[in-house]
């Protein structure tokens, strides 16, 4: 798998987003530093099973696609006439 990389924009909006919620929900203050090493936890630890989980996703979507295409390209199959 490769390694999943957050543009800087998204990191800063992550980050700021884990202080909100440290705010909000446990009335904790979290610095940058704290919450960059929270994001870096939940990054190599539960992001590659989310990672895994929307690949799963996609290949239950491109096998169902697969099967009514497959139904779509039988409907076109002409039938022959029966020689008399």
């Known amino acids: 798998m490769r390694s999943m990389k957050l543009t800087k924009e998204q990191r800063d909006q992550a980050i700021q987003q884990i202080q909100q919620f440290f705010e909000n929900e446990r009335g904790e203050a979290i610095g940058e530093l704290g919450a ?13 099973h989310v ?3 929307a690949l799963s996703d996609c290949r239950h979507v491109v096998s169902q ?20």
Do not use: C, T, W
């Open 65 to 84: 696609r697969m099967i009514s295409l497959e139904d779509d390209i039988y409907a076109l199959e002409q039938k022959a006439k029966p020689s008399r």
């Open 36 to 48: 960059d090493g929270v994001l870096d936890f939940f990054m190599s630890h539960i992001a590659p």
């Open 51 to 53: 990672y895994n989980q």
